[in-house]
């Protein structure tokens, strides 16, 4: 950790008794360990003039100084942006509540009264650097939270782009297949309807048997050792092809292979008329072809297989546009290839991208948690401490003193404790990981309903069996992001909230009375960015395989339904 930086702004330096307070000692935490930078300067414009360059992390700022006093000094820090977050004591010798609070409005952070007391600035001094370097673990968190938001959004919209831009290149070479040739627009549009691959390979054979009023016609494969395998036949009735099952490997020698890569395409008019070798002529015969067609299919640039046309027991002149025909067959069979390779890829990246979105919300809730656990055992016990010293020197004081600035302290130090509390639970509540949802739930209604004044309700049953703790997770933050809205938004008098468990399944719904909104609107919105809210409780269902719905109309109230299978929930917790 660096040193903690102090600027301090006044004429007279020894009003903040320095030599005594702010250097390190032995009694001091903080201090003793880590020491401290000290700035001074004299006056306010030179002050404002140097919080660029020295950042600090705690201004020590004297009320009483000549031309621009210290009100008006903190005011004016408080115009600069990035001097928000920098804590703000100031030393003053006025003691009425109306000046003291003269200093708060102003933007003031805390106050000490002349003459400065060592310890009480020193205690003072450490609490503030304590909530300073919180609230900066905090922004760092909150910044690194809307960077992956915006890195997942940017490679969700990146992969769209992809995609939409595969279809309009596959719809353009369709489209120019349709223009050129009826027959061929209708096959194609028949292909187009399917994206499983099998099924489009046989359906293709089907439609070429019928129309050339052929035997047989059937798609081979090339397997990884240039075998060929059949993968989809369309044959005669009562056509029995003796090896249709069986790879064929006897003729595919290496340079007859490189014909077909080459985009070769073999037509026999009568196998006892063309010349070939004798073992070529037994397959055939084994296959009972008499003529074919044979054209390749290309998946991009590997030679795929083959689409074969036949006849089986009479020789055939084949016409030119039936080869054409075939070839322009081949030509859409690669492209559905392509598409389910593609709708494959598309599918596994999806499930990628369900599985970083799953990681990144896993990542999230163990920050929250961890961030919950050190504000509520670190910050929340260093304040404790000061209180509990703070109250130890009231009693010390006695009568002999004035204990009102320590009683004052004790005050400052119970709602900072009470903040830092508020703040870890706001993040994480233990109950959720201790008694479950129902219990989170009820706790987290009743404390927006105090703090609002909304009238909530839970309406909720007993659990058959346990939830799984992802599944819990996912509810209590959809029911978080959803009232958050409704408080900044709806307007609501009322708000029920109800959780069910039937058999297998999770219902949870949420109900307002407030004055709704444009759902498909807010959809379009927060496709572009400018809401992640509705996007996030979408996503956060959708990993755990539920479906979200919502119903709303302008002043007609809102109602969002989610419902879950408990079962695939369980699936994915594990």
């Known amino acids: 950790m660096n040193q903690p930086s102090i600027l301090i702004v006044g004429d007279e330096l020894k009003n903040f008794d320095i030599t005594g307070t702010l250097l390190p000692d032995a009694k001091s935490r903080w201090f003793s360990h880590q020491g401290c930078v000290l700035h001074h300067v004299a006056n306010g414009q030179e002050a404002i003039a140097c919080l660029n360059a ?95 938001e915006a890195e997942k959004i940017e490679l969700l919209e990146y992969r769209n782009m992809q995609l939409e831009q595969q279809v309009e290149d596959r719809t353009a070479i369709l489209k120019a297949t349709i223009a050129r040739e ?156 392509q598409n389910a390779s593609l709708f494959e890829q598309v599918r596994s990246d999806r499930e990628r991208l369900k599985t970083l979105s799953s990681r990144l919300i896993e990542a999230q809730e163990a920050e929250r948690r961890h961030i919950a656990y050190e504000l509520h055992d670190e910050i929340g016990q260093a304040l404790t401490a000061v209180k509990i010293n703070l109250q130890a020197s009231q009693r010390s004081l006695g009568m002999a003193g004035d204990s009102y600035p320590i009683q004052e302290s004790i005050a400052i130090v ?70 958050t809205n409704i408080t900044k938004h709806a307007r609501a008098a009322s708000i029920m909230v109800q959780v069910k468990q039937q058999g297998d399944k999770l219902q949870l719904s949420i109900r307002d009375d407030g004055v709704g909104f444009d759902v498909p609107a807010a959809r379009h919105r927060a496709a572009r960015g400018a809401s992640l809210g509705l996007l996030g409780m979408e996503e956060r269902a959708a990993l755990m395989g539920g479906q979200l719905h919502i119903r709303s109309l302008p002043g007609q109230g809102t109602e969002i339904h989610v419902h879950f299978l408990i079962q695939y929930a369980v699936m994915s917790s594990t």
Request: glycine share 4%; with cysteine; charged share 20%.
């Open 54 to 148: 020295l950042q600090p992390d705690v201004i020590l700022l004297d009320v009483g100084m000549p031309g621009l006093n210290g009100l008006e000094v903190c005011r004016q820090i408080r115009t600069i942006p990035q001097c928000h977050a920098i804590p703000i004591i100031m030393v003053t010798a006025l003691t009425a509540k109306e000046d003291l609070a003269l200093c708060l409005e102003a933007g003031a952070d805390d106050f000490i009264s002349k003459p400065v007391s060592g310890i009480e600035l020193r205690a003072r001094i450490h609490s503030m650097l304590r909530i300073k370097h919180q609230y900066d673990d905090l922004q760092l968190f909150l910044e690194r939270q809307t960077v992956l």
């Open 414 to 483: 119970e709602e900072a404790l009470h903040q830092v509390r508020n703040l870890a639970l706001d993040l994480r509540p233990s109950l959720l990981d201790d008694l479950g949802l129902l219990a989170a739930l009820r706790w987290y209604l009743d404390r927006l309903s105090q703090r609002t004044g909304l009238a909530i309700n839970l309406v909720c049953g007993a659990f058959e069996f346990a939830l799984p703790p992802k599944l819990e997770t996912v509810c209590f933050r959809i029911v978080q992001e959803a009232l």
């Open 182 to 337: 009826q027959l061929i627009s209708r096959i194609a549009s028949q292909i187009q309807s399917s994206l499983h691959l099998q099924e489009i390979l046989e359906m293709t054979v089907q439609e070429v048997r019928s129309h050339l009023g052929c035997t047989q016609t059937l798609i081979w494969q090339f397997q990884p050792n240039w075998s060929l395998f059949t993968v989809a036949k369309a044959v005669t009735s009562g056509l029995v092809i003796g090896l249709e099952n069986q790879p064929y490997e006897t003729f595919f020698a290496p340079d007859w292979v490189e014909l077909h890569r080459q985009g070769c395409i073999s037509v026999v008019a009568d196998i006892y008329t063309t010349p070939m070798s004798a073992c070529r002529q037994d397959l055939l015969e084994a296959l009972q072809i008499r003529a074919k067609i044979l054209v390749p299919i290309f998946q991009g640039e590997r030679l795929w297989g083959l689409l074969s046309a036949a006849e089986s027991h009479t020789p055939r002149q084949w016409r030119p546009e039936e080869t054409t025909l075939l070839q322009q067959l081949a030509t859409q069979l690669a492209i559905a290839i």
